[in-house]
């Protein structure tokens, strides 16, 4: 992982200041396709060239002849990355996947496991091409002239997380990866979707946990870039104080898109405390204020519950009176609501106590590598769980007045799905460390 420091940050910067039309790359062997740049297994990451397999990546190249685009492709027998420097702002990725003599299956993530593409299959012979939408982001702040004037102010862990770091990092899993190209282009007129929460938004690094926040990209059609702010253990005050906020509104145009959700930790004592009904509500109608002033639309999400059962199988609400604290914000502020917190008791009650541990991460020891005590979280959710989550949002921006609704991907399905039937190949990345917050 490559940790960048404020200065680091300004060099890249500066290096990468001069706007590009695109970047085309070619994978597979030397014969490239005429205005592309030839990828092999021996192109390994690095500052000079700004492009490359990155983290260790271990790939091979097959060559089937043909045209010199999509004749060869690179594969490999574990998740593969690959990273490009870029400036902040959003990008279309546009894929080749498949192969001209056999047959794939592609899963594609980028930054921190954050979920594209889901298992991409093509029968024998036969190529598609795939296109998202992705936000690229630093931890400096500029102002309308592109001036540096502030940076965020970064947790220590934070420094090895892939989505701070000025580089786009595509993840190539599932059980047949094979890339024949990758192209991005610029995308100024992108609508972002801005995510502002804390664990259970955030993009988290490792398996086995996740959230909402990273899995909701897979909903969107391409022209959505989803741009997730969210961190471990946030609150509503912290968030801003760190400029976290500010981050996010000096990238902001017209028509973008502020997602709040806040409550496990503003709920809890100490200075960053908030009251439900007041210093609460307050607050979250100073940013609902802010991101009108930008053009933005904001959105409150209300936090969804704790895996907390009493013993008639229904949901302990644990959250005190924040959920109808957002509500109420919502109507005098008349503000689109979604409210996980409903959905969620809906949700977990249908699965009941013991099925619901699949959605929460709830391993035994050493399911994974160097984890050596069991994991009981009822907070944080497993890759199963966040996906739940993720549909629940996505059904709540369908069935709204959201324009969202209409950049929905129509193919993706909307309605709960047994664990046993849940798909994810495992990405490289595993921890045992419990994300901040509870």
Not at 48 to 68: C, K, M, P, R, W
Not at 215 to 237: D, K
């Amino acid at each position: 992982m490559k940790v960048l420091g404020l200065t680091s940050l300004l060099s890249i910067a500066i290096l990468t200041g001069q706007s590009q039309s695109s970047w085309k790359f070619d994978f597979g062997t030397q014969r490239t396709a005429k205005g592309y740049t030839a990828v092999t297994p021996n192109t390994k990451f690095s500052n000079e060239t700004g492009y490359g397999f990155d983290l260790g990546s271990e790939v091979q190249a097959i060559d089937n002849g043909s045209d010199a685009l999509t004749g060869d492709y690179i594969t490999g027998k574990k998740p593969f990355y690959f990273s490009v420097k870029l400036p902040d702002g959003n990008y279309d990725v546009h894929l080749i996947l498949g192969d001209t003599k056999g047959t794939s299956a592609t899963t594609v993530r980028a930054e921190c496991r954050r979920l594209m593409l889901e298992n991409v299959i093509t029968p024998k012979g036969k190529q598609v091409t795939k296109t998202f939408t992705i936000h690229v982001k630093d931890s400096l702040i500029r102002d309308a002239k592109k001036n540096v004037i502030g940076h965020v102010k970064l947790k220590t862990r934070e420094n090895e997380y892939l989505h701070w770091d000025n580089l786009l990092t595509l993840e190539f899993n599932d059980s047949l990866p094979k890339v024949c190209a990758v192209e991005i282009t610029p995308n100024a007129k992108a609508t972002t979707l801005f995510l502002a929460g804390n664990s259970t938004v955030v993009d988290q690094s490792r398996e086995p946990w996740a959230a909402w926040g990273q899995m909701i990209p897979r909903f969107f059609q391409p022209g959505i870039a989803v741009a997730n702010y969210a961190e471990s253990g946030e609150t509503m005050r912290a968030f801003k104080g760190e400029r976290r906020l500010e981050k996010i509104l000096s990238l902001a145009k017209r028509g973008d898109f502020l997602f709040i959700e806040f409550t496990h930790n503003d709920q809890k004592p100490g200075g960053n405390h908030l009251d439900a009904f007041t210093t609460y509500k307050q607050t979250i109608k100073e940013w609902i204020k802010e991101a009108r002033k930008k053009g933005m639309q904001p959105v409150l999400v209300t936090s969804m519950h704790r895996r907390n059962f009493d013993s008639t199988g229904h949901i302990v609400n644990t959250l005190g009176d924040y959920p109808e604290a957002m509500r109420q914000t919502a109507v005098e502020e008349i503000v689109p609501l979604i409210d996980l917190n409903a959905m969620s008791k809906t949700l977990y009650e249908a699965w009941g106590p013991e099925k619901s541990i699949k959605a929460f991460v709830h391993f035994p020891a050493n399911t994974f590598p160097g984890q050596d005590k069991a994991l009981a979280d009822n907070t944080h959710f497993s890759t199963f769980g966040a996906y739940e989550l993720a549909k629940c949002v996505a059904n709540a921006i369908m069935s709204s007045d959201i324009s969202l609704a209409t950049a929905l991907d129509p193919d993706a399905l909307y309605d709960p799905v047994a664990f046993e039937k849940f798909y994810w190949p495992m990405s490289g990345f595993v921890g045992s460390t419990k994300p901040d917050g509870n």
